[in-house]
């Protein structure tokens, strides 16, 4: 099985706030092959599409943790929440994770079982984008069905 990623195209740049951030240029290659991998072993997807999830899981996480303890109410759509369960999911690595971009903190993941219906995951796309994230807007689409994550001080 071949886990090779897909090729990203070079980020956009803004003149006001700089060039867009990529989620592959945080993730050590061998683990984002990995993860890639595990994407397409568990799910219908391509090399591309896992990539793409993946990519928007990590750029969810690293907001959510730039954000901790804001009560935003962050929440992913549901094809993202597919991204973010693989890196969270491969405990070693989502530990390192938060030891480097969340002050050593780890941050919980505490879903609901209700999804809302209120907006807040196109405004969490929104903010990963404020943030100066690549966002893939058409992966945040299903927001009318999703945000089921439970806004804490300490979890996402």
Known sequence: MA???AVASPPAADPTTGPVR???DVVPADLWDKQVGLLMRDFPYDSVMAARVLGQGYAYLLTAMN???EG???APSKLVDIGVHTVILDTVAYAELCEKFNDGQFLHHVPKVDMK???SVVKTAHIVAADGWEVDLPLWTDAAECGPCHP???SH
Do not use: F, K
């Open 72 to 74: 935003l109410g962050l």
């Open 117 to 119: 219906n209120d907006g």
């Open 67 to 69: 954000h901790r303890g």
């Open 152 to 154: 804490g001080n300490d």
């Open 22 to 24: 990529c989620a592959r």
């Open 3 to 5: 886990t090779t990623a």
